[in-house]
C-alpha cells in the first residue's frame, strides 16, 4: 500500500498500498475478463443496465429484499456504483483515452495555443521516440532502477518482518513505530532531508564515512543510490507490515504440528511457512514494482529534475520533461502509452497469478 | 476475517514455544532490531533537530546529532513566506475533501459489488484491480488539458477531482473485505423489521464498516497530501492555490539551499501525517493483515 504508498510512499503515490486479495464466495475470474481493457468500461454500463432492469421478476425482489444471499438488487446496485463510476470514467477513463489520442497527434506549444492545426502523426511520435537513444537509455535505467528498488525493498522488508517475530515486545514496538514514521513520511520531505543527510557540505553522513566533500548527487551510479537508498527507506515498512501480518495470521497449531512430527526449522520454513506467505509475497512484489517503476518525486527532488544532463532521469520525470519543460505533449504522451502498456503487463501477470493460487473475487 | 487479524504484540505468547531460539541469539536479534529502529527513525530526528538547529549550526561543516540551542528561527522564516499557512490549509482542505469524497463514494460502491449479484460484477471488479495500477504520473498530461478546458487550472478542485479518482479503485478493493464482514443475517433481519435498503446502507451498514473506511482513509490522505506532481503541474500561476510541497521548494534555491527552512516546512508538512498514522495505526495494520489475508 503506500509507501504508498506509498504512506505512502504516496500510498500512493505515494505510497500505493497492496490491493486487498481477501477471498470469499464469488465469481471465479474468468479468463476472459481477465484481459478485458479498462476502457471498455463504461461502455458495458448500459447495456448491463438493460440487462438487469430488464427481467420482470428483479424489481420486485429487489423491492421485498428478503433473500438469502447476494440479491441481485435490479437497478441498485448500478445506482450505488454509479458515483464511482462517473468518477473514474471521467477522470480515469478518458484521460486514458486523451492520452493515447495526443500520442498519435502532432501537440505542441503552437497546437495547444491553438495557432497551428493539430494533424494527426500516425505512429510518428513513436518512430520519433523510438530512434532516441535517450529514449532506450531511460527506459533501461527505469527498468533497472525499478528492478534494483524492488529487490531491496522486498529483502529488507521480509528480512525485518521475519526479525520482528523474534524478538519481544519492546524492541518489536521500537522498530515498528521507527518503520511507521519512515512510511508515513511524505515523499517530497523525505527526499529533502535524505538529500541533506548527505549533503557534502553540511550533511552527518560523509563526516560519519570520512568521504569529505564527495558529492552523491553529481555522478549518475551514486545519484542513484542514494535515491534508492531513499525509496527503500520509505517503501520496505508496508513490506515488513504485511508480512509480518502474514507470519502472524499462521495458525501456530500447524507450525506446533510440524514441529511434534520432527520437522527441522527450515523444513517448516520452506513446507508450511513459505507456502502459506505466498500470496502476501504476492501482492507486496507486483505493489512494489509498480510503485518503483512509477518513482517520480524522489527523482524529480533529489536529482532537480532529472540529474546533471539528464543522467538520472527515468520515465516518469522524462515524460513530464518533454511535456512541460519542452511543451512536446505528443512526445510525452507517447512516453506515458509506453508506461501504460508496461504496468498494464505488470497487472496482467498479476491477475495470472491470483488465478492460478485459485483466488476468488 | 478483518477483526481478526494479527496485530503486532497480540499473539506473541504462542510462538516463542515454536521459535525457540537461544538466548545470545534472541539478544543479538533484539540488539539489532533497535540498532535497525535507530537507522530508520534517523532521518526523521535529523529532519526535527535541523528546523530547530539554530542557523550557524547548520551552517557548520561539524554536523552534531543535538543543538544546545534550539531556535524557532527556521519555523519563523517559514511562516513568514508568501502565505504559507494559506498552502498547509489548501493541502488539509484536499486532502480533507478527498477522503471524504473518495471513502463515501467507495463505501456504496464497495456495497455494490460485495452485496448484490449483477452482470459483469466480476469485471467491474477486475476493472477496479487494473485502475489501481495505472500510473496516475502518465495522465498528467491529458489531465492537465481536462482541466484547462473546464477552466479548473490554478484551482484546488484540479487538485482534488483526480485524487479522488485515483484512490477509489484501491478503496473499493480494500473496503470489499470490511462489507463482507459483516453478517447477511443482519441485512435480512433489518428488512425484515422494515427498514428500508437506505436505512440499511447507512443506519447500519456505514457504522459496521466505518473502520476499515479509516483504514481506507490513511491511503487516500496520504496520497493526497504527498501529490507533488498535480500540485506543481496544475497550479501554474495562482500561487494562492497552492500547497505544502510547492511552498517547500521555494527555500530551494540555485547558489545556496536554505536547509533550516526546508527542514521546518518538512517538519511542518510531517506531522499532520505522523499523527494521523499513529492515531489509526492499529486499524491500519488490522486493515491490511484484512485485505492481504487468506
Known amino acids: 500500500m503506500t509507501n504508498g504508498t506509498n504512506a505512502g510512499r504516496d500510498a500512493s503515490d505515494a505510497h500505493g498500498v497492496g490491493d486487498g486479495a481477501g477471498g470469499s464466495p464469488g465469481d471465479p475470474i474468468a479468463s476472459t475478463e481477465a484481459s478485458a481493457p479498462a476502457a471498455a468500461a463504461p461502455a458495458k454500463v448500459p447495456n448491463a443496465r438493460k440487462a438487469t432492469g430488464a427481467s420482470p421478476g428483479a424489481p420486485a425482489a429487489a423491492a421485498r429484499g428478503i433473500r438469502r444471499g447476494p440479491g441481485r438488487g435490479g437497478w441498485t446496485p448500478w445506482l450505488y456504483l454509479a458515483p464511482a463510476l462517473v468518477v473514474l470514467g471521467g477522470l480515469l477513463v478518458y484521460p486514458i483515452y486523451q492520452l493515447g489520442l495526443i500520442s498519435f497527434l502532432e501537440y505542441t506549444q503552437a497546437q495547444v495555443s491553438g495557432g497551428e492545426p493539430t494533424t494527426f502523426q500516425g505512429l510518428g511520435n513513436y518512430r520519433t521516440l523510438f530512434a532516441d537513444s535517450q529514449f532506450w537509455q531511460v527506459l533501461l535505467a527505469t527498468l533497472v532502477f525499478a528492478a534494483a528498488c524492488v529487490v531491496t525493498t522486498l529483502a529488507v522488508g521480509c528480512g525485518l518482518a521475519v526479525l520482528l517475530t523474534r524478538v519481544r515486545a519492546l524492541p518489536r514496538l521500537a522498530l515498528m513505530l521507527a518503520a511507521l514514521g519512515a512510511w508515513a513520511t511524505p515523499a517530497i520531505t523525505g527526499s529533502t532531508v535524505w538529500v541533506f543527510l548527505f549533503d557534502p557540505d553540511y550533511g552527518p553522513v560523509n563526516r560519519l564515512l570520512g568521504l569529505g566533500d564527495f558529492s552523491w548527487t553529481y555522478g549518475r551510479y551514486s545519484a542513484f543510490a542514494l535515491v534508492l537508498l531513499e525509496v527503500v527507506w520509505c517503501s520496505f515498512p508496508f513490506v515488513m507490515v504485511t508480512v509480518y501480518a502474514g507470519i502472524k495470521a499462521i495458525p501456530s497449531e500447524v507450525l506446533e504440528a510440524a514441529s511434534l512430527d520432527g520437522a527441522s526449522q527450515w523444513r517448516i520454513w520452506r513446507s508450511v511457512t513459505a507456502p502459506m506467505l505466498r500470496p502476501i509475497l504476492v501482492v507486496v512484489t507486483i505493489q512494489s514494482i509498480i510503485w518503483d517503476f512509477k518513482v517520480f518525486t524522489q527523482i524529480y527532488v533529489m536529482t532537480n529534475g532529472g540529474g546533471i544532463a539528464g543522467q538520472n532521469l527515468v520515465l516518469n520525470v522524462y515524460a513530464y520533461q518533454k511535456a512541460f519543460a519542452s511543451s512536446q505533449y505528443s512526445l510525452g504522451s507517447a512516453i506515458g502509452v509506453v508506461m501504460l502498456l508496461i504496468l498494464l503487463a505488470v497487472t496482467l501477470v498479476y491477475l495470472r497469478l491470483l488465478r492460478r493460487q485459485g483466488e476468488e473475487l | ?294
Open chain 2, 1 to 294: 476475517m478483518s477483526a481478526t487479524a494479527a496485530t503486532p504484540g497480540r499473539r506473541a505468547v504462542s510462538l516463542p514455544r515454536i521459535h525457540r531460539i537461544h538466548r545470545p541469539w534472541r539478544l543479538a536479534a533484539e540488539a539489532s532490531a533497535l540498532v535497525i529502529a535507530v537507522v530508520v527513525a534517523f532521518p526523521l530526528y535529523w529532519m526535527v533537530l535541523s528546523a530547530f538547529k539554530p542557523e550557524g549550526e547548520i551552517q557548520s561543516t561539524e554536523a552534531h546529532p543535538w543543538t544546545l540551542s534550539p531556535s524557532l528561527d527556521s519555523f519563523r522564516r517559514v511562516f513568514e513566506q508568501q502565505e504559507f499557512g494559506r498552502y498547509f490549509l489548501n493541502s488539509l482542505f484536499v486532502a480533507g475533501v478527498v477522503v471524504i469524497a473518495s471513502a463515501l463514494i467507495a463505501f456504496l460502491a464497495a456495497t455494490a459489488v460485495t452485496r448484490f449479484r449483477f452482470t459483469y460484477r466480476t469485471t467491474l471488479l477486475i476493472m477496479f484491480l487494473v485502475a489501481q495500477m495505472v500510473p496516475i504520473e502518465a495522465l498528467t498530461i491529458p489531465l492537465f488539458f481536462l482541466m484547462r478546458d473546464f477552466g479548473q487550472l490554478n484551482t484546488l478542485g484540479s487538485l482534488i477531482l483526480p485524487h479522488i479518482a485515483f484512490s477509489l479503485p484501491f478503496a473499493i478493493w480494500m473496503l470489499r473485505g470490511f462489507v463482507k464482514a459483516v453478517p447477511e443475517a443482519l441485512e435480512e433481519a433489518a428488512y425484515i423489521d422494515g427498514a428500508s435498503r437506505t436505512r440499511f446502507l447507512w443506519q447500519i451498514l456505514f457504522p459496521l464498516v466505518f473502520p476499515g473506511l479509516v483504514a481506507t482513509s490513511v491511503f487516500s490522505f496520504i496520497s493526497t497530501w504527498n501529490d507533488f506532481l498535480f500540485a506543481k503541474s496544475f497550479i501554474i500561476s495562482d500561487t494562492s492555490q497552492s500547497t505544502l510541497p510547492m511552498a517547500l521548494l521555494v527555500f530551494f534555491k540555485p547558489d545556496e539551499n536554505d536547509w533550516g527552512g526546508i527542514m521546518a516546512a518538512s517538519t511542518v508538512m510531517t506531522v499532520p501525517v505522523l499523527v494521523f498514522f499513529v492515531l489509526v495505526q492499529r486499524r491500519l495494520v488490522s486493515g491490511l493483515g484484512g485485505a492481504v489475508k487468506d
